[in-house]
């Protein structure tokens, strides 16, 4: 039997086919330990293969566990999981909300890849295959800072055991239990048998509620407008209308309305730009957090990112900031003051004055109540008028 390899080992590390590779270099199978052939061309698959009479006596459900686990250590590692496609039936996970899902347009299967999963975990670079964790060994291990970590474990001919599941659980560890196969663009494909990210889950629960309410809402509200403007004659008709109106002032402190105002006022917002002086913008992304470090000399210096950047000229860009704010009008106040063992006056900080979003809604909101509120008299007083 010929066997293909996607992976061999080049001294003590694991080398994919899709790599720079070289003649000169002795690559060896890592089941049988002979030395197997890198093969490459415009007309094959591109794969290791051992030489004539080669004894290797590895099947194809232990090369599909090998590759697969590999694999997806590989893509937490580098891509971070983009390429990771991962199917979720939504009654398993989201009973309470599945025959909601269907009312308000939304597919009763969630498609994730890892990369979601790996971000909602703020998952560490350092995936490892083969990694003991207790008394278990994860086919895949990665470090997060929410939670315990996320194993994975790859299903081809058993399944996890009962223990292990009970185990992780207990930990707070979440995990994926996953069946894989090769797909047709030689990236691998993975079925979801299993899994406990509950953390995940909460994440995608709570854009599904606001989702619900925003959809509901806007239903609710141009029927309601609709509705006032349009004869009333029929009594039952009115009676309807009225407990619908009741049902949306009862409901209207649940409605996301602060979210959507949120939304609203960032989709719209003037970008306001502060960059440090002659230098080269190659790229943005959003700024998730800021960290404060200390060099091993001491030297203080701020990161961004969970310190995947260093943030550079440090006062420039100050001035920057400030300078821009107060010329684009938002009001802006000097704290004034010092420290303890001194007299001397300066600059220690500043309160920037920005729109409350919160109150806004709340003004938005009580609008909204009155207005229900004045409709479900002029309903009342309508329905009084029946004989």
Known sequence: MSIKLDYAYAGSELKHISEELTRNVVYKCPFCEEEVIFRKGEE????????????????????????????????????????????FPLDQYL?????????????KDYDANLHDILVSLRALKGAKVEERVGPYIADVFCPTEVGNGLAIEVCVTHEMEEEKRSFYAAKGISYLELIPRKGE??????????????????????????????????KYYSQLIAAAREPLMEKEELLYKQKAVQKVIDDINNIGIEDYIRDQIFKNSTTIRAQAFNSIIRNSEPLNNVQYVSSRSGTKYLMGNDKTYFISSQQNLLYEILKKMVWAGIEVDALVGGWEDGNKNSIIGFDFKLPDISSVADLHQNIIKQFLLDLCLKFDHKIKNFS
Do not use: M, W
């Open 44 to 87: 094959r698959e591109h794969h290791f293969s051992h030489k004539p009479g080669s004894n290797c006596a590895a099947d194809n459900e232990t090369i599909l566990h090998f590759n697969a686990k590999n694999y997806l250590a590989d893509e937490c590692f580098g891509p971070n999981g983009y390429y990771v496609h991962l199917t």
């Open 185 to 218: 663009n030689k990236r691998y494909e993975f079925e979801v048998k299993s899994s406990s990210i509950d953390l995940f889950f909460q994440s995608y629960r709570g854009k599904v509620v606001q989702y619900q309410e925003e959809h509901l809402y806007s």
């Open 95 to 107: 009973p309470e909300l599945y025959e909601q899902l269907a009312l308000v347009g939304l597919s």
